[in-house]
């Protein structure tokens, strides 16, 4: 894994497509070892469970600073792939039933919190598909920041950019995503199928 | 959208959304006359971004900046519990690191706060090098609340096995002072129940600190079981058995964690072979199998597959009872000692014994020799090894092992175990040294002297035999090697009572030095005539005898030698055995002296010598104050050669409180009572005569208090021990009665009383003679009751 990152930092575009599938199970892998906290009430959110894959797949003593914030982006996407299929099965199983009062629901087979409704995970999911299409960096700012619980500071050292260019970039993008998202709020019920 | 598009809109939006509102629609008129689809979406962007969105927003709170007084410098690690920062204390002239630990946000939920009063509360009381303190704990500005800890540079224990590669010793060191901190915490009444590789890190000087008490929990004030399963969490990897099953848990499950420890300290590798992470698959592992010995994995003595293994039992009732035990098995086993974790069994015990002496200096080796069979063994050690290295060395080996595994741990009597694992050793030297007929002889003689040493002397006589009979064969008849052999039978014809073939074989022993061997070897075959015919009742032979011993031994300059006082010892019984107590005691004296200038202090050997002179000097003069510092000196070296609950202390302390009661100090005599009594089923067998003594005395020092009623239970204890014990005529049965009746009349049970007195004097005037001190003392102890 480390040695993946390093190749992947010295600009082996092939790294990246190694490192994710072990990203995306190392992930799963946890979230389900957590189940066993689960059960006692303890869940896991996205952002733990991407340090914990951190602290666990890379070895911190080869790995610098620059790694770090490169695994963490895969780990997002890792992450969001994790999420939006969780998402998924937990949106199908819902369909036909009372519709609860969207709180922080926790995937049923791992001990992973999500950060939103299954339903809102779908739906920026889709909406990042189409921002990529124009603006490929914004949506993977979204992604880090929303699906790998990233902070800006982390996301530009990913991002090989500053720290203001993070910032207006989540500020435009976020901005965009509610208006793309309409007018959904918390409380609203989940639009039905 | 197109990108060109985007770019505009994004323009736009930036740059209008700094402004205040008449500003921006100022702005925004400019910009966007012409294009109002531009203008709708700015707005729209504007108006979403006013909006906001839960979801959205609730991403990522930077991390708090400070916490209390702590400035936060950057992140160390995050995890299930919470997000640990290091920092440093802002308004202190000396900087102090400290590590800052936050719950993650979205963790815990409710009880948060309780779970962090309960940490704070918990970790204060555990002061100890080997965990992290907690320094403090507070909440931020905005209410998060976060501990303060003591920051460990350090490395992850697996990392430090991995990468530092310690030696096993360095390991097992590191890895017994976790106990140590486990146990530590566990006298606090807290269990950690996430001991992981994770919560242990190594500092740069190789010390262990035990970090996070997340989830510990305050034992209930009895010491007993926690409060159920709880809601805490554990890792799943490190978890024993009743965790993952949702029992209550209790410092075993800390002892279980240990466990796993050890076996990843050992093999480098998990005990169940099965990735965690497949909970399933793990768990059905974890209830099902047995894990495999570490050695499997790697090179390592089974000792240490034992401790593991017992720590890690499924059955809590069958892991070790406490961290402490657990630490206490790793010491055992660092310091070459058994340990509890292997079953008992004499061949086992022997090996250690070797193992322990493999490195020990000629002076342990001759003590444990001496120790475990008397001056014969360094005797054959040291007749070998003139002549040839290698049969002493190879002798030297079976002859430690047998020997030991006689020790005097066996206590009284016939202990099988021990027996057996003679026997079998028998057997063996019969196979493996087939071809070494020289070092075959010298194990059988050796194995003869160990049988010696347990009483059993038809084993000991039958083994010398086969031993003389090789011997004869492959040294000569008249050889001084086979000689050796004939004086060890003599001892054990002498055992067996068979004094004539005793004296018949020392006798035969002399010749065969006399023709061919040296003056100790000679001094030895006298010594043995002196004492059989001691025996016969021949004191003046006896004494002849020594005294030619001695005559000899100083022609050739030996009269500093270690032979030379047990010669003088020999003599003095003797001369004691002959009513001459007052000639006794300069011989016993002298050969105390001796061996205090030939051993180095605190030799065992010295106390040897010590104690039959502190007897003599108690019995037969008033020099009380010598006897007792002789006793005294006997006490000391032995505690400090031997143990404190090595037989031989139980010895002479139970002769010292014995001399203490005749000089009516019965607080002191009291007291080394009990510590005799401590090792009743430990190292002293429950029937070892020195148990029933000591209750016979613990009930005497009762009585002479004035505490008849307390002298009750001892005194019962000792006569039914002595009549399980004695032939049903012996005098220490009939004293045992004569104060047993005492202790009943004074306490108003006047009939048995009487009774038990008559019974009492009845016998010792039977078994010692009407006119024996003790006979004359139970008549008098009646009388006096008769008249009261």
Known sequence: MTELLVRWNSGDPGAFDELLPAVYSELLNLARAHMMRERAGHTLSPTALVHEAYLKLVDHNKADWRCRAHFFGAASNAMRRVLVDHAKKKFAGKRGGSSPKLAMPVVEDLALEMPAPPEFVLMIDEALNRLAGWDERKAKVVEMKFFGGMTNVEIAAALSSSHATVERDWTMARAWLIQALGPTQPDDPAPSG | ?788
Request: proline content about 5%; aromatic content about 6%; charged content about 25%.
């Open chain 2, 1 to 788: 959208m197109d990108r060109d598009r985007w770019k505009k809109l994004e323009t736009v939006f930036e740059a209008a959304l700094p402004l205040a509102e008449e500003a921006r629609r100022l702005y925004l008129e400019q910009t966007a006359a012409g294009d109002p689809d531009l203008l709708a979406s700015v707005l729209g962007l504007l108006s979403a971004h006013e909006a906001g969105n839960e979801y959205l927003d609730r991403q990522s709170p930077p991390p708090p900046s400070a916490a209390g007084p702590y400035r936060i410098e950057s992140l160390i690690g995050r995890g299930g519990m919470g997000t640990v920062y290091l920092a440093s204390r802002a308004d202190d002239r000396f900087e102090r690191k400290v590590a800052v630990k936050f719950l993650a946000p979205g963790l815990g939920g409710v009880d948060v706060a309780s779970r962090f009063l309960r940490e704070h509360r918990i970790l204060a009381k555990l002061e100890h090098p080997n965990i992290a303190r907690l320094l403090d704990a507070g909440a931020t500005v905005d209410g998060v609340p976060f501990l303060v800890m003591e920051y460990v540079e350090g490395v992850r224990l697996d990392q430090w096995r991995r990468e530092g590669r310690p030696t096993l010793t360095e390991r097992l060191t590191l890895f017994r002072k976790l106990c140590d901190a486990v146990a530590f915490a566990h006298r606090a009444l807290v269990v950690h129940r996430d001991i992981k590789p994770a919560n242990v890190l190594v500092t740069p000087d190789g010390e262990p600190k035990l970090v996070d008490f997340g989830i510990a929990k305050l034992l209930d004030a009895d010491g007993g079981e926690l409060t159920g399963p709880s809601r805490a969490a554990f890792t799943l990897a490190y978890a024993s058995p009743e965790q993952t099953e949702g029992h209550p848990v209790s410092t075993t499950t800390d002892v279980y964690a240990l466990g796993v420890i050890l076996y990843e300290l050992l093999a480098g590798r998990h005990p169940v072979d099965r990735d965690p992470a497949q909970p399933a698959a793990f768990l059905h592992a974890l209830a099902n199998g047995d894990p495999v010995k570490p050695s499997v994995h790697e090179r390592l003595p089974e000792d240490l597959d034992a401790i593991a293994l017992k720590a890690l039992s499924r059955e809590p009732a069958l892991r070790y009872q406490s961290a402490d035990e657990l630490a206490r098995d790793v010491a055992r086993f660092l310091d070459n000692r058994p340990v509890s974790a292997r079953p008992p069994s004499a061949f086992y015990r022997t090996l250690k014994f070797v193992q322990r002496h493999r490195a020990a200096s000629a002076f342990a080796l001759a003590a444990v020799l001496s120790l475990a069979a008397g001056a014969f063994a360094a005797f054959w050690q040291a007749g070998q090894a003139r002549r040839e290295a290698r049969i002493a060395e190879e002798t030297n080996r079976f002859v430690l092992e047998m020997l030991s595994a006689a020790s005097p741990y066996s206590g009284g009597g016939r202990d099988v175990t021990v027996a057996a694992s003679l026997d079998s050793a028998v057997r063996r030297a019969g196979f493996e040294l087939k071809d070494a007929p020289e070092v075959h002889a010298a194990v059988l003689g050796a194995a003869g002297n160990a049988y010696l040493g347990l009483g059993l002397h038809e084993e000991a006589e039958k083994t010398l035999e086969m031993a003389l009979g090789i011997a004869r064969e492959f040294f000569g008849a008249g050889s001084p090697q086979a000689a050796r052999h004939l004086l060890a039978r003599a001892a054990a014809r002498q055992g067996k009572g068979d004094l004539e073939g005793a004296e018949r074989d020392s006798r035969e022993a002399l010749t065969a030095f006399e023709r061919g061997g040296d003056p100790q070897d000679e001094a030895r075959a006298l010594n043995s005539l002196g004492s059989t015919i001691l025996l016969r009742g021949d004191v003046g032979g006896s004494e002849r005898a020594h005294r030619e011993a001695l005559s000899r031994l100083s022609a050739a300059g030996l009269l500093e030698s270690v032979l030379a006082t047990a010669t003088l010892n020999d003599l003095a019984v003797a001369l004691g055995t002959a009513g001459r107590a007052a000639e006794a005691i300069p011989f016993h004296r002298q050969a105390y002296e001796t061996i205090r200038r030939l051993r180095p202090p605190l030799h065992p050997d010295i106390a040897n010598g010590a104690s039959p002179l502190a007897a003599l000097l108690a019995d037969h003069t008033d020099r009380f104050d010598e006897a007792a510092q002789l006793f005294r000196e006997a006490i000391s070296i032995r505690r400090q050669a031997l143990g404190n609950s090595h037989p031989d202390l139980m010895w002479s302390l139970y002769n010292y409180a014995f001399f203490l009661v005749d000089r009516k100090d019965y607080a002191r005599a009291g007291e080394l009572v009990t510590e005799v009594l401590a090792q009743r089923g430990g190292t002293l067998a429950a029937v070892h005569p020195l148990v029933a003594a000591s209750l016979f005395l613990r009930g005497r020092i009762a009585l002479e208090q004035g505490r008849a009623a307390q002298a009750i239970v001892p005194l019962e204890e000792a006569l039914a021990l002595r009549r399980q014990t004695l032939k049903p005529d012996h005098w220490l049965i009939a004293t045992t009665l004569s104060w047993l009746g005492q202790a009943y009349g004074a306490s108003g049970r006047r009939r048995e009383g009487e009774s038990l007195l008559r019974q009492g004097h009845k016998q010792l005037a039977a078994s010692l003679g009407p006119d024996h001190p003790r006979a004359r003392q139970a008549l008098q102890r009646l009388e006096q009751f008769l008249a009261h």
